[in-house]
Nanobody
Framework: QLQASGGGLVQAGGSLGLSCAASGRTSSNNGMGWFRQAPGKEREFVAAISWGGRNTNYADSVKGRFTISRNNARNTMYLQMNSLKPEDTAVYYC??????????????????WGQGTQVTVSS
């Protein structure tokens, strides 16, 4: 199971940090990722990290502003979001990949999903 937390309301230009706590069958041998879904839009890839945390991958829209990390000893993944924009407003989901790399960018490449946490950026 995955439990995402840390969402909230922030002004444009501000920062938020998300956490994703993993338990049960989720494994530190799997890559993990963050996705987001805005109202009326499809779920889209945000960032991914390899099982060991050494490799990361970002959507162009967040590159340079968001940082993904993980602490396998704590079974937790993080997403630090800086310089937030109104277009970052969405429900953010964490997920566990079927593989071990940071290359998975498609929804169907992930097997376990958290419940989502709302991020709202006001202009």
């Amino acid at each position: 199971q995955l439990q995402a937390s840390g969402g909230g309301l922030v002004q444009a230009g501000g920062s938020l940090g998300l956490s994703c706590a993993a338990s049960g069958r989720t494994s530190s041998n799997n890559g993990m990722g963050w996705f987001r879904q805005a109202p009326g839009k499809e779920r889209e890839f945000v960032a991914a990290i390899s099982w060991g945390g050494r490799n990361t991958n970002y959507a162009d829209s967040v590159k340079g502003r968001f940082t993904i990390s993980r602490n396998n000893a704590r079974n937790t993944m993080y997403l630090q979001m800086n310089s937030l924009k109104p277009e970052d407003t969405a429900v953010y989901y964490c997920a566990v990949s079927r593989g071990s790399t940071a290359q998975a960018m498609g929804v169907d490449q992930y097997v376990y999903w958290g419940q989502g946490t709302q991020v709202t950026v006001s202009s």
